[in-house]
């Protein structure tokens, strides 16, 4: 079955820089793939997902980035703000039987640092 | 993800006790899951259901159980046989299965 590294576990930057985190999964038929934010005690929220059959996406100061190949894909926050502190998800989707299972990471803990 | 609730928000259970987590949505979606999260890690999938009346068996099934008798609900009772409950429930739904999943905003169990 599909499994989903997750790194760095802890992620510490100070204000106004970027942060990187890298996942990488194991089903070469994965074509989902979600970033899942999660604050403390409260429920994960989804903040951008990318599909196989792109290999960029941006929303504002989130970008995902997909490669294929390599079978990896990482999310990418500018400017960052003391409120991106939370933990960060990412999940791989494949299809299984008609069913499309998310297998998540373990999860990266950002501080960003004012 | 506002249209999913979960109840309650804390729940304590006995040695020996079921207790049932309740999930209700009114986003009209097909498919709805339970994951389990344990402190440090990623979310488990217990059990997940395509459609009203039917569910499977996710990665850690034992202990607990499901029933989709209605679409809007998705409830799992945890059993006696799980020996190790304690942790945070998440309840979510989707479209249909290959589309965006949205969270509940969990059930914290605790076993006293």
């Known amino acids: 079955g599909e499994n989903v590294e997750q790194h760095p576990s802890t992620l510490s930057v100070q204000e106004g820089d970027s942060a990187v985190i890298k996942c990488t999964y194991s089903?070469?038929?994965?074509?989902?793939f979600p970033w899942y934010k999660q604050e403390l005690g409260k429920r994960p929220q989804l903040i951008i997902d990318i599909r196989s059959n792109v290999g960029e996406k941006k929303d504002q100061r989130i970008a995902v980035t997909l490669n294929k190949t390599a079978k990896h894909f990482s999310l990418h926050i500018t400017e960052t703000q003391p409120e991106d502190s939370a933990v960060y998800f990412c999940?791989?989707?494949?299809?299984?039987?008609?069913?499309?299972?998310?297998?998540f990471g373990t999860g990266t803990r950002l501080l960003v640092s004012p | 993800d506002g249209g999913i609730t979960q109840s309650p928000k804390y729940l304590f259970r006995k040695e020996g006790q079921n207790v049932t987590l309740s999930c209700e949505q009114n986003l009209n979606h097909d498919a709805m899951y339970w994951y389990r999260q344990d402190p440090g890690q990623g979310l488990r999938l217990i059990y997940y259901s395509q459609i009203v009346n039917d569910f499977q068996k996710g990665d850690i099934a034992e202990g607990y159980s499901v029933s989709r008798e209605k679409k809007e609900s998705f409830p799992l009772t945890v059993t006696s046989a799980q020996k190790n409950p304690t942790a945070f429930y998440l309840c979510?739904?989707?479209?249909?299965?290959?589309?965006?999943?949205?969270f509940g905003p969990g059930t914290r169990l605790l076993v006293l």
């Open positions: 089903d070469s038929a994965s074509n989902y």
């Open positions: 979510a739904s989707s479209i249909v299965s290959w589309e965006t999943q949205y």
């Open positions: 999940a791989a989707s494949s299809p299984n039987t008609g069913f499309q299972k998310l297998v």
